[in-house]
């Protein structure tokens, strides 16, 4: 079946501007995760769903980061006012429910390079 | 907190040798899940390995084998008959079993190349 799919693959934002990136989750997974991966490190945790809770959101670096899934299935994430810092790949990941095999395993889309200028 | 460290930034092996990306974690935690990832340069992170805690047999997956030594808090990753397929880079990372939230702790990396 299909992965978690994630787009734009690549968006350029001039320093200021707003992005909204988009994850498609794999049919059926009720958690999805948003992690943060700078140039040359390992991804970090940004906020986590289940359904279309967010039940922790302590990754967030700045109240300009704000993470939605209002119907349980597609989430965005949004980046207000974006500065340099803000430059990395953004990983979606879901996982299936607790009672499937395998449900600790989290299933990675391809991420989103922002580049901010 | 829990932390995950990966020590080699970068490691070569020779087409068809064998090679070892170490990881240590640091956890208060009994129970809890580690994994490899893969991430070619496409970057689509990839799983090449899982260990649940509370087992003790060694997971092993074809050519991927781990050493997990839950004393020593330590976790590494073999690759037999190395293939040039397998160069990318390599993330250890750790998962508590039983948790409010399901987040992954990842470590720094370490950068595969394979030697034809």
């Known amino acids: 079946g299909a992965g978690v799919s994630q787009s734009p693959r690549y968006k350029v934002a001039k320093r200021g501007q707003d992005v909204a990136l988009r994850c498609d989750p794999i049919?059926?997974?009720?958690?999805l995760f948003w992690y943060q991966q700078a140039l040359g490190q390992g991804p970090e945790f940004l906020t986590y769903?289940?359904?279309?809770?967010?039940?922790?959101k302590s990754g967030l670096p700045s109240d300009r980061f704000f993470a939605e899934r209002p119907e349980g299935s597609v989430s965005t994430l949004k980046i207000q006012r974006t500065q340099q810092e803000d430059s990395a790949v953004y990983l979606c990941?879901?996982?299936?429910?607790?009672?499937?095999?395998?449900?600790?395993?989290?299933?990675f889309g391809p991420g989103t390079r922002l580049t901010v200028t | 907190a829990q932390t995950v460290t990966q020590s080699q930034p970068e490691m070569s092996v020779q087409e068809a040798e064998t090679v070892t990306l170490s990881c240590t974690y640091d956890?208060?935690?009994?129970?809890?899940?580690l994994f490899w990832y893969k991430q070619p340069p496409s970057r689509q992170m990839i799983l090449v390995i899982r260990?649940?805690?509370?087992?003790?047999q060694n997971a092993t997956e074809n050519r991927f084998s781990v050493n997990f030594q839950k004393a020593a808090k330590s976790f590494s990753l073999k690759i037999s008959d190395s293939q040039l397929g397998d160069a990318a880079m390599y993330f250890c990372?750790?998962?508590?079993?039983?948790?409010?939230?399901?987040?992954?702790?990842f470590g720094t990396g370490t950068r595969l190349k394979v030697l034809a």
């Open positions: 260990q649940e805690a509370y087992k003790q």
């Open positions: 769903f289940q359904n279309e809770a967010q039940l922790d």
């Open positions: 990941a879901s996982s299936p429910p607790s009672n499937w095999y395998s449900s600790y395993e989290q299933y």
């Open positions: 049919s059926g997974h009720v958690s």
């Open positions: 990372a750790y998962r508590m079993l039983n948790s409010g939230t399901y987040k992954y702790i």
């Open positions: 956890t208060s935690e009994s129970d809890y899940y």
